[in-house]
């Protein structure tokens, strides 16, 4: 089970702070996504972490504005997002895979199994 939260209304430039969390097993080993799909549009990925590596993948439209962590336990992945802009704006979801996944494979949605509900940023202009 993935539980994300922390979305919210902003204004362009604010920062927010998303917080995935499992009450299951944990991320150890597994690769865990964010994704988000904004209205109109399909799903894109955002970034992702892999745990037994430690690496980070980020979508070029949010390098160097967001900041994908671990939470010092093995059950919570964070999205630090700076400098919000209106095109951020979309519903976020978290995904973890089964197991480790390949550099090749991080960004693509059918490389992970479990699913979060999503949460809607909005960034006003």
């Known amino acids: 089970q993935l539980q994300a939260s922390g979305g919210g209304l902003v204004q362009a430039g604010d920062s927010l702070r998303l917080a995935c969390a499992t009450s299951g097993r944990t991320f150890s080993n597994r690769a865990v996504a964010w994704f988000r799909q904004a209205p109109g549009k399909g799903q894109e990925f955002v970034a992702a972490y892999r745990w037994s590596v430690r690496d980070t993948y980020y979508a070029e439209s949010v390098k160097g504005r967001f900041t994908i962590s671990r939470g010092n336990a093995e059950n919570t992945v964070y999205l630090q997002m700076n400098s919000l802009k209106p095109e951020d704006t979309a519903v976020y979801s978290c995904?973890?895979?089964?197991?480790?996944?390949?550099?090749?494979?991080?960004?693509?949605?059918?490389?992970?199994?479990?699913w979060g509900q999503g949460t809607l940023v909005t960034v006003s202009s």
């Open positions: 995904a973890a895979s089964q197991r480790g996944v390949i550099t090749s494979a991080i960004r693509r949605g059918d490389s992970y199994s479990y």
